[in-house]
């Protein structure tokens, strides 16, 4: 029999008997000792909640509104590379999982099915992720390709100067095989992607030939003259840098460790969320990822200040599982369980949802 898929987590133990074992590594893993991918998880698990009664709250909305766009819920898809690894329809089948939940949709730079295809499968609910290439013609191509087929951001990653050490793709040889490719992209900047090298990842390789390391605050101002879209950055931990992203024209930011696959030992998303929300004091939105895998994890992200939050692996676990009817379970199941807990907190809608709510410092 089938078992049923109520959680993200069913929805894991079900994909990782679908998937190839290395890319499985690659989904699963994050940088040298995985401190960070467990920290994300267990700093979620601490939060304890103060729910009020007797609050008269029989259903609640978890609909809002981001740059213009409505969204059925605060619970978004992260950017992740590559879907052609577990799915054949890849990112066309994830937006229309997303647009079945009414969720965001963030494209990765490196996606494998065109930006147009995408955007196609989606209702003006996607935005466009980009690493910063030493080939700055590819990254105002792409801005530019966005814009024309509608997407609603660009989101920059600012956190990867060079790869962290993923030790399970470095074991694995990891490479980006079996006709999967980054089809929105000149193949010659993508050609060390797909060299076999034993002992290396083959993306580690390919990011250290590709990226610009030597990147700093003031270079945001040109990918900014790129576009008229809202520039969003991710990867940020600090209240420094947030005050620095929003004073350089930031439209938002993403509170990410990159799931824990770039510095191991940084800081947990959840426990550099309070810090970041009172740095930025309301001039820009802030969203978080990193560890989030039910709805009660996106309700204390968001009494703790963020905007939306976003979510990883977990998509990729159901569009692994069921393609887009997968994508679109695994969101609607952390939907159902966050709108569930705010009538449970006596929370009708996300902007009820504040600090009191979680009490502080963990148990
Ligand atoms: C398989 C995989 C591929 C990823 N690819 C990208 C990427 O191409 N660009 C990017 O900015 N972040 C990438 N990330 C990081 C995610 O955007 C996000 O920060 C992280 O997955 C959030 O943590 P979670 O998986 O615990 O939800 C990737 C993450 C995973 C697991």
């Given at each position: 029999?089938?078992?049923?898929?109520?959680?993200?987590?069913?929805?894991?133990?079900?994909?990782?008997?679908?998937?190839?074992?290395?890319?499985?590594?690659?989904?699963?893993?994050?940088?040298?000792?995985?401190?960070?991918?467990?920290?994300?998880?267990?700093?979620?698990?601490?939060?304890?909640?103060?729910?009020?009664?007797?609050?008269?709250?029989?259903?609640?909305?978890?609909?809002?509104?981001?740059?213009?766009?409505?969204y059925?819920?605060?619970?978004g898809?992260?950017?992740?590379?590559?879907?052609?690894?577990?799915?054949?329809?890849?990112?066309?089948?994830?937006?229309?999982?997303?647009?079945?939940?009414?969720?965001?949709?963030?494209?990765?730079?490196?996606?494998?099915?065109?930006?147009e295809?995408?955007?196609?499968?989606?209702?003006?609910?996607?935005?466009?992720?980009?690493?910063?290439?030493?080939?700055?013609?590819?990254m105002?191509?792409?801005?530019?390709?966005a814009e024309?087929?509608?997407?609603g951001?660009?989101?920059?990653?600012?956190?990867?100067?060079?790869?962290?050490?993923?030790?399970?793709?470095?074991?694995?040889?990891?490479t980006?095989?079996?006709?999967?490719?980054?089809?929105?992209?000149?193949?010659?900047?993508m050609?060390?992607?797909?060299?076999?090298?034993?002992?290396?990842?083959a993306?580690?390789?390919h990011?250290a030939?590709t990226?610009d390391?030597?990147?700093?605050w003031?270079?945001?101002?040109?990918?900014r003259?790129?576009?008229?879209l809202?520039?969003?950055?991710?990867?940020?931990?600090?209240?420094?840098?947030?005050?620095l992203?929003?004073?350089?024209?930031?439209?938002?930011?993403?509170?990410?460790?990159?799931?824990?696959?770039?510095?191991?030992?940084?800081?947990?998303?959840?426990?550099?969320?309070?810090e970041v929300?009172?740095?930025?004091?309301?001039?820009i939105?802030?969203?978080?990822?990193?560890?989030?895998?039910?709805?009660?994890d996106?309700?204390?992200?968001?009494?703790?200040?963020?905007?939306?939050?976003?979510?990883g692996?977990?998509p990729l676990?159901?569009?692994?599982?069921?393609g887009?009817?997968?994508?679109?379970?695994v969101?609607?199941?952390?939907?159902?369980?966050l709108e569930?807990?705010?009538?449970?907190?006596?929370?009708?809608?996300l902007?009820?949802?504040d600090?009191s709510?979680?009490?502080?410092?963990?148990?």
């Open positions: 029999m089938t078992p049923l898929l109520l959680t993200a987590s069913d929805y894991r133990d079900s994909a990782q008997g679908l998937v190839k074992p290395d890319v499985w590594d690659f989904i699963e893993g994050g940088a040298e000792d995985e401190r960070t991918v467990a920290a994300n998880v267990r700093a979620f698990d601490r939060v304890r909640l103060r729910p009020r009664v007797l609050a008269g709250v029989a259903d609640a909305d978890t609909g809002l509104s981001l740059f213009g766009t409505a059925a819920t605060p619970v898809i992260a950017p992740t590379a590559y879907h052609r690894l577990v799915d054949a329809e890849g990112e066309v089948a994830t937006a229309r999982g997303a647009t079945a939940a009414g969720a965001l949709f963030v494209v990765a730079m490196f996606a494998s099915r065109t930006l295809d995408i955007a196609a499968a989606a209702a003006g609910n996607v935005w466009l992720q980009l690493y910063w290439l030493r080939r700055r013609d590819v105002r191509s792409l801005a530019e390709r024309r087929a509608g997407y951001a660009i989101m920059l990653t600012v956190d990867v100067p060079r790869m962290g050490r993923r030790r399970r793709d470095m074991r694995n040889g990891f980006i095989g079996g006709g999967v490719a980054a089809v929105n992209i000149d193949p010659a900047v050609a060390s992607a797909h060299r076999r090298d034993a002992g290396r990842s993306l580690a390789r990011t030939d990226f390391p030597t990147l700093t003031t270079d945001l101002a040109w990918l003259g790129c576009t008229r809202p520039l969003v950055l991710k990867g940020i931990l600090t209240a420094q840098d947030a005050v992203a929003a004073d350089h024209g930031a439209d938002a930011i993403v509170v990410s460790n990159h799931g824990g696959r770039q510095l191991d030992g940084a800081v947990a998303s959840l426990d550099a969320l309070a929300v009172d740095a930025v004091a309301g001039r939105p802030v969203l978080l990822d990193g560890g989030v895998r039910r709805g009660t996106a309700m204390a992200a968001l009494a703790l200040g963020a905007r939306m939050v976003l979510t692996r977990p676990w159901g569009l692994a599982t069921g887009a009817d997968g994508v679109a379970g969101l609607r199941a952390m939907t159902g369980e569930h807990a705010m009538v449970l907190s006596g929370r009708p809608a902007e009820a949802l600090r709510l979680v009490r502080p410092g963990g148990p």
